[in-house]
């Protein structure tokens, strides 16, 4: 049981890999973070997220799937923590896609058990990715009961 990252793109540029190890070094089990980093398609637009799609779906096996895209449902950072808990508690593995720039086609969408938005603005995804480890960091938190996050 783990959360893994599927992120389209390249490696962590140093300001965010400082920001992500910060969190990353603070989170235990069944928190932790994997980052596993695709390679972005050299084609462009629909025929970029066709390709970038499939390379994601043959990743996936009977992980509990979310998605992050802006058009996702909003949640707050209790919902996010109680989401988390539970397949990590029935010991299934979480993986949260990030998507290329063109974003997935309709069958990643079909596969996520969750489509998620950090919020209806769009943001870099290396600034995605430092948003994401402090929010499962603060998901954590909360369901340890610490006061880390405050209501």
């Given at each position: 049981m783990?959360?893994?990252?599927?992120?389209?793109?390249r490696k962590h540029e140093a300001w965010v890999a400082e920001g992500i190890d910060r969190y990353v070094k603070r989170l235990k089990k069944p928190f932790d973070l994997s980052w596993q980093l695709i390679p972005h398609s050299a084609r462009e637009h629909d025929a970029a997220r066709k390709e970038e799609?499939?390379?994601?779906l043959v990743k996936l096996s009977n992980d509990f799937v979310i998605l992050l895209d802006e058009r996702g449902k909003a949640i707050d950072s209790?919902?996010?923590?109680?989401?988390?808990?539970?397949?990590?508690?029935?010991?299934?593995?979480?993986?949260v896609i990030i998507g290329g720039a063109y974003g997935v086609d309709q069958q990643?969408?079909?596969?996520?058990?969750?489509v998620w938005s950090l919020s209806p603005l769009v943001f870099p995804h290396q600034l995605v990715r430092l948003i994401l480890a402090e929010q499962v960091y603060r998901a954590q938190e909360i369901a340890g009961g610490r006061s880390y996050h405050h209501e």
């Open positions: 783990s959360i893994r990252v599927l992120a389209v793109g799609s499939e390379r994601l209790p919902t996010l923590s109680r989401t988390l808990l539970r397949p990590l508690e029935a010991s299934r593995s979480i993986t990643v969408h079909d596969r996520a058990d969750l």
